[in-house]
């Protein structure tokens, strides 16, 4: 069984670029979370999606940023206009249900020059 | 405001012994609890979880505890060996509407085994 697929591992954008990241939950598993960890820090919630729909989005910054998770394909976290401070490691999480273990996967290491 | 921390950055053991990692919590109503193990350049690994109506929970080799009255939560590795060699990260979810609906993630500490 594959686990949680992030691509891709290593993303270097210059700035004002776009960012696109993307994760492909465990077969079955419908609810995904993306999460942001700057340097020695612990993982900041952004935003859960539930198959084409936002949860809750609560840690999402107010521009520039957006989440996606179609019917079909990985779900998306997409940055616009990158700046030098969004450079970080971006780690989605997949579960079953809401209530059952989520799975990391390796994470996006995003290095914004 | 709300937010779960960790008493010590670092910690380093001699392999065999056994390994105790701390990690406090304010906010009172959370109410499930996680520690995740995360190595260099990998995601976070799912270790061992516990909800609030428990004091206690046993893995294997690691067990941890959850003390509400002082809003404490440990990680206890028995016989620790090289390969536990990682950042441990506490984290909780203080809404109701899920147990990984939004978890809160402390900064995480450092645990070295010593050969």
């Known amino acids: 069984n594959a686990g949680v697929m992030q691509n891709p591992r290593h993303l270097v954008r210059r700035r004002g670029q776009e960012a696109r990241l993307r994760c492909s939950p465990v077969?079955?598993?419908?609810?995904v979370y993306w999460y942001r960890q700057l340097p020695e820090e612990g993982l900041k919630f952004m935003v859960y999606?539930?198959?084409?729909?936002?949860?809750?989005e609560s840690g999402m910054p107010k521009e520039r940023f957006s989440a996606e998770f179609p019917k079909e394909g990985p779900s998306i976290l997409r940055i616009q206009q990158v700046v030098r401070g969004d450079s970080a490691a971006y780690f989605c999480?997949?579960?079953?249900?809401?209530?059952?273990?989520?799975?990391f996967g390796q994470g996006t290491r995003l290095t914004v020059v | 405001g709300e937010n779960v921390g960790l008493h010590l950055p670092t910690l380093s053991v001699q392999e065999g012994d056994n390994s105790i990692i701390n990690c406090a919590y304010s906010?009172?109503?959370?109410?499930?609890f996680i520690w995740y193990k995360q190595e260099s350049g990998k995601g976070p690994q799912f270790i061992i979880d516990?909800?609030?109506?428990?004091d206690k929970r046993q893995g294997q080799r690691v067990t941890v505890l959850l003390n509400k009255t002082v809003k404490h939560l440990s990680l206890q590795i028995a016989a620790t060996q090289p390969g536990d060699s990682a950042v441990y990260f506490c984290?909780?979810?203080?809404?109701?509407?899920?147990?990984?609906?939004?978890?809160?993630f402390g900064k995480g500490i450092t645990l070295s085994v010593r050969p």
């Open positions: 999480a997949s579960s079953e249900t809401v209530n059952t273990e989520a799975f």
């Open positions: 077969k079955g598993h419908s609810h």
């Open positions: 999606l539930q198959k084409e729909n936002i949860i809750d």
């Open positions: 906010n009172s109503a959370s109410d499930y």
């Open positions: 516990i909800r609030s109506n428990m």
């Open positions: 984290a909780e979810n203080p809404e109701v509407s899920g147990a990984n609906s939004k978890l809160t």
